[in-house]
Structure formats: C-alpha cells, structure tokens
C-alpha cells in the first residue's frame, strides 16, 4: 500500500479542532441566508479570497466575524454534521471538538442554543457513521477572567456533555496565569483541562500551562522546542502536544513544511499528535494535514502509525479503547 492508501486506511483521532473553524463558506452562505444575516461577501469565491492571513490575530478576526450568522439548534448542528462527514471520509473515528461558547453568548445567543445542536449531531454522528466524540468548551484567552468564571457558571448544567475546558484566541499578551483560578474551579468541578500554548507563545506560556493550570495536553506547543528543560520536562511526563501543522503553515508560524519540527518531536520523543484546527480556514481535514507532513518530511508508515497510536493514547477515551485502536493500529502492514 503507498502512503496515500496508507494514511486513508489509518484510524485516528482528532484532538485539537475548532468546531467554529469547520465552517466551510457554502455552508456560511446558505445558512446567513436563510437567517437573513448579511455577510461582507458576495460569493464563496470572495470568502477564500478573504483567507490570505498571516498571524493568528489576522485569522481570528475573520474566524470570530464568520461565526456570527450561527443563530439557531439547527446552525450548530448543520455546522457539527458536516465536519462529522469529513471524519468518516477521513477515517476520523474519535473527535474531541473544541467550542467557544463566548463567541456565541456574547451576541445573545443562549449556551444551550449551541449545546444542544452540538450534542445532536455527536448522536447521531455515532449512530449514523459510529464515530465517538467529547466536548470541549474553551475559554476566549483575550477576554476577561471574571467572563470565564461566569462561562465556567453556564457550562455546570451541562457538565454531563462537557469532558473538558479548554484555552483559545489571542495567546500573546493574555498567558495562561490570567485563568490560573478559573481553572482550578474547572478541576474541582470534575472537568479535564487542555491549553492553546506555544504556537505564537513563547515555551514559557508552556510551562504556565503544565504549572498553573495543570493542564492534561497542550495544544500546539511546537515552540517548546525553543527550550530544553521543558522537552525533558514533556518527554518525561508523555504530555501530549496536539501539533496542527497546516495551521502552523498558514498562520506563519512555519514558513515551510519542510521546516516543521513535527518529525523531530516525534523521533526526540515528545507525544505528539496531528489535526487540523481550524480546516475550512486553513486548506484541510486531518487526511490533508497527514498528507502535508508525509510529503514535506518524508514520513514512514511507522512514524504513521506512531502518530495515529498517539492521537488515542492522548485521547480522553477509556483506557480499553485505547487498546483497542492501539492493536487495530500495530497490526497494520
Ligand atoms: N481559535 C481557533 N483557532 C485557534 C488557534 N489556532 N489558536 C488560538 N485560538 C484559536
Ligand atoms: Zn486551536
């Protein structure tokens, strides 16, 4: 089997994807009219246009802008079915989703409102095509601590449907010790906790992360390497990094595949994982973030496989699952 065949047949699971940043522009446009929202384009060709970013401030006010024509259950669940068909196309058989819950509740829009049409679409995602999924809901890092608390508030009543908090947006300037409290009342709550830290952060915002907020993976994380005493550090602890490489591409933080540190992680012994942050904004699911990193850096099929078996070993699945997709993984040739 080539690496094209190969990749396609490998199951995974996707740790670090944004359900807001699934938004495909046709879904965008069907939807902003049937809620008759207005949106600054005139065709779908005009949104990709628009997706020329070159940091991660130039991507999130974009991003954050197209989720407002999300209004009502059905928008959220249309915008969760559709990435769910991309998971099944790409053998995505687990998925812990990201939302931002702010983006939403900051326009009017009721914390239930996008639970639930979350919700409905992660059933009938593992009924109608058998794939798992979690919740994730993250916290806007550029808004206020006392806004997170009161997010942290509205999530309780759902904590059955929430196996984590989560943080993203702006990382420079807002570090993870501005939601050091918040977090410590996410874990007494009962809540597993992740970060965006170290993609535009420097390896210090990293260490935050593992010290103040006791986070269970980063995400991203690919300028930890900057650091030594923190590589051992994650190499000793196996915290996994949930690395994004087309977005690391995309938002210039690498200037050329050929040049992402994902290979080296892997062979120094760092737990990382692929995925696809934010697809529709950055050119792929996870099967093109796969392919991206095989073609630039010549991959082999164990490192493949490494790389698959990492994504469920860092996964919030039970432990007889991760067995499970482990073995499935090892026995393929
Ligand atoms: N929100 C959506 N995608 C993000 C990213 N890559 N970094 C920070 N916040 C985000
Ligand atoms: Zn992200």
Known sequence: MNQLDFIRALPKA??????EGT??????FAIAQRNEVEIPYKSVE????????????????????????LIHEQDFYDLAWAY?????????????????????????????????????ACDDAKEKFGISSHLIMCFLRHLSEEAAFETLEQALPYKDQIIGVGLDSSEVGHPPSKFERVFAKAREAGFLVVAHAGEEGPAEYV??????????R???GVRS???ETLMARLIAEKMPLTVCPLSN?????????????????????????????????????MNDNFIAITEALDLTKDELKQLAINSFEASFISDDEKQKWSEQIQAMA
């Open 249 to 285: 591409l995309k938002l210039c933080v690498v200037d050329d595949m050929a040049k992402h540190n994902i290979r080296r992680l892997l062979q120094k012994g760092v737990h990382v994982t692929v995925n696809s942050d934010d697809p529709s904004y950055f050119g792929g699911y």
């Open 23 to 28: 938004f495909e522009p046709e879904l965008m």
């Open 225 to 227: 390497e900057e650091d």
């Open 218 to 220: 980063i995400d991203h």
């Open 84 to 120: 769910f068909e991309k998971c099944a196309e790409d053998k995505v058989v687990h998925t812990e989703m990201f939302f931002d819950p702010q983006t939403h509740t900051d326009r009017g829009i009721a914390f239930s409102t996008v639970i639930n049409g979350l919700q409905r």
């Open 46 to 69: 005009e949104v990709k246009q628009a997706y020329n970013f070159h940091n991660l401030q130039s991507f999130l006010d974009i991003y954050y802008a197209g989720a407002n024509v």
């Open 207 to 216: 260490w935050e992360a593992l010290d103040l907020l006791k986070v269970n």
């Open 14 to 19: 996707e740790l670090h994807v944004h359900i």
